[in-house]
């Protein structure tokens, strides 16, 4: 009984604050419960715990009348589905593992050697949206998956930004394979992760209907027990970090070519109520929670990002948060990384035909093209990673050997473009845009005395 007595003392108290604020505790418990179909006589084992759990309710609504009164310009909280949960419970609607991804992440900018993210400021939009390339909001529940919705919603950005045919694909698949034999995929993981498993295994990644969420870890299916792939015609083949910064993010989320970013981000006790405004948070710098960022914008003269989580369309604003933006708010803009991911559907051509600004920068002299006719032209090429050339001129199947020795050939040639080896075109143009699907190479030659 004794146990007892700080439950009741805290529940009372708490249940007085709120009344003397016109709120019914009681009534506001009953009305959550029914809301969100949870009888909590059902749940609890015994009296105490059915207590434990109303002191727990009392303290989360206090929580939200507390920050809804004190702080009317920021973002709106409410009483949610987590009120009738403990803190431990519903910390386990998070579910990131850490623990390996910083030297991964060092090691992927040191392969890139970027210093920021290459983006034309003056292209840049105030507004940026894609959640009209991307599925529903799903849920993950209480299993510690949201590594693998952070993977797929970037992933399933890539596959559906040129495609008319919207595909939805499957995170228990990542849940059940990526970790198989090492450890529980409920209990955390790391989205880049989910890309080289799928890189790795066949470009595996099934469709959320052949390959349905269930919300625990189960025994891998792929190929070998007829699973299908859920992106044919696409091949991902590997991660891509940002370096850190809100600077950086907003360079890629404004590039089309890049757009949904998967990010790692601190929740505290405060994210669980969030429903509507832009969310902002202090103590939150430790990463346990993966999202991922879909777009931006201005709300009521502040800026925000358009963030996407995996708890449902019933929490937040339809299942998106608008995340202050600027402050790199919870680290928000620490980890931010995206697949690699090049081809298109089966029923797209070889061009995305996104050439509309090839005409830019004519005059502009791209390369030496050795019109001296008594002077050797020597030759060489530089890769342009993720870069669509400028301007074509021939082929479309041509290898890329074959590409550059007609393009030497080519007096007005100074570029080959490759979708992957064997489909190769010309170019005029030793300049390039961001497109991921294809790799750019710019002829650079001299002229010297035979």
């Excluded at 973002?75 to 623990?99: D, H, I």
């Excluded at 066949?202 to 349905?212: C, F, L, Q, V, W």
Aim: overall charge negative; some cysteine; proline content about 3%.
């Amino acid at each position: 009984m004794m146990k007892l007595l700080p439950v009741l003392v805290l529940s009372a108290v708490i249940a007085a604050v709120l009344s003397s604020s016109g709120i019914d505790l009681r009534a506001l418990y009953k009305k959550t419960q029914a809301k969100y179909g949870v009888n909590m006589n059902v749940v609890s084992s015994s009296p105490e715990e059915s207590k434990q759990h109303f002191a727990d309710f009392c303290q989360f609504a206090q929580d939200v009348a507390k920050h809804n009164a004190e702080d009317p310009n920021g973002y709106f909280a409410e009483v949610n589905m987590f009120a009738l949960m403990s803190k431990s419970e519903r910390y386990q609607y998070t579910g990131l593992n850490a623990s390996d991804i910083i030297e991964e992440q060092k090691r992927s900018l040191s392969k890139r050697r970027m210093g920021s993210v290459p983006v034309a400021i003056e292209k840049r939009q105030s507004n940026v949206d894609y959640t009209s390339k991307l599925p529903p909001i799903k849920s993950q529940g209480s299993c510690g998956s949201c590594w693998t919705y952070g993977a797929v919603a970037a992933l399933e950005y890539q596959v559906n930004r040129n495609s008319n045919n919207l595909k939805s694909l499957s995170e228990q698949q990542y849940l059940d394979c990526v970790y198989e034999g090492t450890r529980n995929g409920c209990n955390g993981g790391w989205p880049a992760e989910c890309y080289d498993w799928t890189r790795d295994n066949g470009n595996m990644i099934a469709s959320e209907k052949d390959y349905p969420y269930v919300a625990s870890d189960g025994a891998c299916r792929g190929a070998a027990q007829g699973i299908k792939t859920g992106i044919k015609g696409y091949s991902v083949t590997g991660t891509r970090y940002l370096p850190k910064g809100d600077a950086n993010m907003l360079a890629a989320v404004s590039d089309k070519s890049i757009g949904v970013i998967s990010i790692a981000f601190g929740v505290v006790d405060s994210f669980f109520s969030y429903r509507s405004g832009v969310y902002s948070a202090t103590g939150c710098s430790s990463i346990n929670h993966a999202m991922d960022i879909v777009g931006y914008g201005v709300e009521g003269g502040q800026n925000f990002w358009k963030v996407r989580n995996s708890w449902g369309p019933g929490w937040g604003n339809g299942g998106y948060v608008m995340v202050s933006r600027g402050p790199n708010i919870c680290a928000i803009s620490n980890h931010g990384h995206y697949p690699v991911v090049t081809g298109s559907d089966a029923d797209d051509g070889e061009d995305d035909g996104s050439d509309e600004d090839d005409n830019e920068d004519d005059n502009e002299d791209d390369s030496d093209n050795g019109d001296d006719e008594e002077e050797k032209k020597v030759c060489r090429w530089v890769e342009k990673l993720e870069q669509k050339m400028k301007q074509k001129i021939q082929g479309d199947n041509m290898n890329k050997a074959d590409a550059q020795k007609a393009c030497v050939a080519s007096e007005e040639c100074n570029a080959i473009t490759c979708k992957n080896d064997n489909k190769c075109w010309l170019n005029k143009k030793a300049k390039g845009k961001a497109n991921v699907k294809f790799t750019g190479y710019a002829l650079k030659c001299r002229t010297k005395a035979v």
